[in-house]
């Protein structure tokens, strides 16, 4: 299997979020790769520069990070070409490593844009070096920078950073320094092209939590009247856990339960439901355990919103 450590630079509207294309709001401009074989040894490089289509001018704060000019870009060649060659370079067989959790997302929408995303069929799993970094150095759900783990582990800076060439590099040096059974723990998944049978939904379990992507809804009450997504099992066991706190809303998208497992305790479950391009909805859900002390601050933060609520009728009621 190919490892494929690939980065990604875009650009934006150069004249704000009024003027943007809601199908493309980030348009790449770069894609820079390292191919790695299974020891972790490069054995090949890519590099292309992409000729805009969308957006004729480079906004100000991109050109200020990465320092490329739209002369430059206009010498690259279209995006359809350079994905084809990319995914082409990658191989049959092939595992996305990325620094963050944006650039296989942006990959497919680019590619969705021009027609092309049923070379890349999803949902596409891949591996985030940042997060992987962060869970290896005990300084998870802090992300930090991949400047700050070169500096950590001490790699010589021979380029600059935000170039898509550069950086590939770096991420990629900074995942020989990893521990392998931290990287095949902690897979990741994309969900850009989220599940739409059931047939098609994600179980993932991890050593600490429980990962589900549900199929696709048409709205979003239906989501929180199916038995799987409102469903609690505990992590450990995968055995029904008994609810304490049915569900409740955090905020628009956001709802969480606490639930209770007779052998390995308290469960925090968080649904977050997501909003598709073609206005359908899905929804993650995680389930966690956790101690006593973070159940407590659960419930006090369910009191909290009951009241508040509460309050807000009340004062509705007076208007």
Known sequence: MNYIVFDLEWNQSPGGKKYSNSRLPFEI???????????RQKT???????????????????????????KDLEEGDPFPQVAREFLEWCGEDFAFFTWGNQDV???????????MLSMLPGPVMYYDVQKLFGFQNGEVPQRRSLEYATDVLGIKKEDDFHRALADAVYTARVLEYLDMSVVRDYPSVDVYQNPQKKKEEIFLSYPDHDEYVSREFPNKE???RDREITSTKCPHCHLPAKRKLRWFQNNSRVYESLS???????????????????DGYYAVKTLKNIDEIKAEELRQKRESLRQKRQIKRQSEKHI
């Open 260 to 278: 209770f497992c007779q052998k390995h305790g308290w469960v925090k479950g968080k649904i977050r439901i997501r909003h598709t391009d073609e």
């Open 44 to 70: 090949d490089v890519f590099q292309r520069l992409v000729k805009p289509q969308v957006y004729n001018w480079i906004h100000d704060s991109i050109h200020e990070v990465i320092h490329v000019d739209y």
């Open 222 to 224: 239906k989501i929180m």
């Open 29 to 39: 401009i770069e894609i820079g790769a390292v191919k790695l074989n299974e020891q």
């Open 105 to 115: 997302m942006e990959l497919q929408r680019n590619m969705k844009y021009y027609g």
